[in-house]
Nanobody, 121 residues
Framework: QVQLVESGGGLVQAGASLRLACAAS????????LGWFRQSPGKEREFVAG???????TIYSDSVKGRFTISRPSATTVYLQMSSLKPEDTAVYYC???????????????WGQGTQVTVSS
């Protein structure tokens, strides 16, 4: 079992930056890859960024590439640094854990409760 707790969401203006944090705990959490997803009302959950077990490998969706940066400074912490935020980035952001290094939500077995990010225009 892996437990994930997100923090750092909030209300910001377009163009601002925000950093989300995810604290991971549980058995063998260092063996899991971690990722960020987001979901806005009426839309499917969307992959944002992922990092592998070591934190040296990263993958991004095209919609955030160049604006968001995922980092994993330790086995139990992952950050999502978001810059140049746009109103379309508004969503609930979820941290998730998977045995596989993947951008597919179906590969992720554990999910946090989510944190709301709202970007005003």
């Amino acid at each position: 079992q892996v437990q994930l707790v997100e923090s750092g969401g909030g209300l910001v203006q377009a163009g601002a930056s925000l950093r989300l944090a995810c604290a991971a705990s549980g058995r063998s959490v260092d063996l899991y890859s971690l990722g960020w997803f987001r979901q806005s009302p009426g839309k499917e959950r969307e992959f944002v960024a992922g990092t592998n077990r070591s934190g040296r490998g990263t993958i991004y969706s095209d919609s955030v590439k160049g604006r968001f940066t995922i980092s994993r400074p330790s086995a139990t912490t992952v950050y999502l640094q978001m810059s140049s935020l746009k109103p379309e980035d508004t969503a609930v952001y979820y941290c998730a854990a998977t045995w596989r290094y993947s951008s597919s939500a179906t590969e992720y077995a554990y999910w946090g409760q989510g944190t709301q990010v709202t970007v005003s225009s």
